[in-house]
């Protein structure tokens, strides 16, 4: 259980909160008299920290031979606790689409009540290339969104056009493994 991957994915789940309180709570740096944009700075620095623990642990993982049923748990528990705080943070504070992150959080309540459906079956549904191509364009999108870079909204949108090709792929595959299995 305590294996480096586990605890990489465990460090991104203590992250989310508090990048989710900086970027609700900006006044704490303006009240101390820095400027507004270190909050950016700070809240994008935590989401770039824990993002690269998402590519080391699974790589970790595969290397040293440390795939756990923790692990396979914990990972993806890790990525949707920060993405969604992430853009929830970023809805509440009024820089995101509220009709995306809508979109984007019914998708991954729904795969993920897939994946434990299909878990419940037997039926293997990992990660497919859409889906880690989704996850790469919602990080990007989060970070210019963070930053208050231009495009962050088009970024967003080219996001969650993804998140849903790549759930209908999950659910596509789910369906002819059932089928295939029943």
């Known amino acids: 259980m305590f294996n480096i991957p586990n605890i990489l994915a465990f460090i991104r789940l203590l992250i989310a909160p508090v990048?989710?309180?900086?970027?609700?709570?900006?006044?704490?740096?303006?009240?101390?008299?820095?400027?507004?944009?270190?909050?950016?700075?700070?809240?994008?620095?935590?989401?770039?920290?824990?993002s690269v623990t998402d590519f080391f642990d699974g790589y970790v993982a595969r290397e040293l031979?440390?795939?756990?049923?923790?692990?396979?748990?914990?990972?993806?528990l890790a990525d949707k606790m920060l993405t969604l705080a992430a853009f929830l943070g970023l809805m509440m504070s009024g820089e995101a689409s509220a009709w995306a992150i809508y979109i984007?959080?019914?998708?991954?309540?729904f795969i993920t009540g897939l994946r434990t459906l299909s878990l419940s079956e037997g039926i293997?549904?990992?990660?497919?290339?859409?889906?880690?191509v989704k996850?790469?364009?919602?990080?990007?999108?989060?970070?210019?969104?963070?930053?208050?870079?231009p495009l962050g909204d088009a970024l967003l949108w080219i996001?969650?056009?993804?998140?849903?090709?790549?759930?209908?792929?999950?659910?596509?595959?789910?369906?002819?493994?059932?089928?295939?299995?029943?």
Not at 23 to 48: C, E, K
Not at 124 to 132: L, V
Not at 170 to 176: E, I, N, Q
């Open 124 to 132: 293997d549904i990992s990660a497919s290339w859409a889906g880690k």
């Open 159 to 182: 996001a969650v056009a993804l998140t849903v090709y790549s759930g209908a792929e999950y659910l596509v595959g789910f369906a002819k493994a059932y089928k295939g299995k029943h």
């Open 19 to 50: 990048m989710f309180w900086i970027i609700l709570n900006p006044q704490v740096f303006t009240d101390n008299g820095w400027h507004v944009t270190w909050s950016y700075y700070t809240a994008a620095l935590l989401f770039v920290i824990a």
């Open 104 to 109: 984007i959080i019914v998708r991954e309540l």
């Open 65 to 76: 031979n440390q795939i756990t049923m923790v692990g396979q748990i914990l990972d993806p």
């Open 135 to 149: 996850t790469v364009a919602q990080m990007i999108a989060i970070g210019f969104l963070l930053m208050h870079w």
